[in-house]
């Protein structure tokens, strides 16, 4: 099949599966390599640039090509530097030759980096948003030996959140955006913050977490206060995010990794002497009421409500 068929086809099927397909990468680079393979690369470069089917394997790829293209700017650059030598002395002999092999290494370099480029299509939003993106974490996960769960839109590695940030090309660690999204590179990062000192600070939080309990009792009346009135968490959740931008930039599951943190922590009285008490999920609840986490050792952790009673 002609290149240029080879084009028009793949450009079809790419529309086809860009959504999330996941063979989409495979399937696409496997014809594109066969379109815009660099004619002029040499025959034991191109058997090695295999067409790759997960992020991981398409980023070592285009590493590859990098490297490629590295050596020849560095040729690009001797000849460039012999034509200069040949200009300042006049030496007419080896202007021309000196040219015209510039021009055969700049033409080489260009058709690398085209390649290189037809090579690369991938939608990144698309494929960020997509389960096969969480699915190559997981799977990575299991090989660099991190615990990774997936948990309501998201991924946790105790006591890392992961969270997918499509639009943005960005996964949030913790709320920090991180950029550097090849899933060894990203996985390594959160391994190295598992090991960190927790920033966690469990008596800040339980302040805050008295403070929406308070708002709460009171809309239901001040004489509750203090009754032991239970909260379902998803309303605490609510009074702390109010804001938009609040809600986005902490997640219901970084809540519940908190609660969990917090639970974990065994700090129960609040500087006001209200001690916390925490109330499991029963069958008759609304499963959308409670939030769960999964524990240090990978168990799933269920919050429902929780309630603050007075010093005895």
């Known amino acids: 099949m002609e290149a240029k068929g080879i084009q028009a086809l793949t450009e079809t099927r ?49 590493e590859q090509q990098a490297e490629i293209l590295s050596k020849t700017v560095a040729e690009a650059a001797a000849a460039v530097k012999r034509l200069r030598a040949a200009a300042r002395v006049g030496n007419l ?44 974490l ?12 997936p948990q309501a839109g998201s991924l946790y590695a105790h006591p890392v959140v992961l969270r ?30 598992q090991r960190q000192p927790s920033r966690f600070k469990p008596q800040e939080f339980l302040e805050v977490l008295w403070a929406a309990y308070e708002i709460a009792v009171m809309t239901r009346g001040k004489h509750l206060l203090g009754t032991g009135t239970v909260i379902p968490v998803v309303e605490l959740y609510r009074i702390l995010t109010l804001l938009p931008s609040q809600s986005r930039d902490y997640s219901r599951h970084e809540f519940a990794r908190d609660l969990y943190l917090l639970d974990k922590s065994g ?32 168990r799933s952790r269920s919050y429902y409500g ?7």
């Open 267 to 298: 700090l129960i009285t609040c500087k006001k002497g209200y001690s916390l008490h925490f109330h499991a999920s029963t069958g008759t609840r609304d499963a959308s009421r409670i939030l769960s986490v999964a524990t240090q050792a990978g």
């Open 164 to 193: 997918v940030c499509p639009k943005e090309c960005a996964v949030s660690l913790d709320r920090i955006r991180e950029k550097r999204l090849r899933p060894s590179v990203l996985l390594q990062r959160v391994k190295a913050r």
């Open 14 to 62: 790419f529309q086809e599966v860009r959504q999330g397909d996941r063979k989409g990468i495979c399937e696409i680079r496997s014809m594109r390599l066969e379109a815009s393979m660099d004619e002029h690369a040499p025959q034991d470069q191109r058997h090695k640039l295999l067409p790759p089917c997960t992020l991981e394997q398409a980023l070592g790829q285009l």
């Open 138 to 149: 997981l799977a990575m996960a299991k090989q660099i030996g991190v615990d990774l769960y």
């Open 93 to 136: 002999a080896k202007l021309r030759p000196t040219l015209e092999q510039a021009g055969r290494v700049v033409d080489r370099l260009q058709h690398q980096l085209q390649a290189a480029s037809h090579d690369w299509q991938v939608d990144e939003p698309a494929y960020l948003a997509s389960r096969a993106f969480q699915d190559e």
């Open 306 to 312: 929780i309630s603050f009673l007075p010093p005895s």
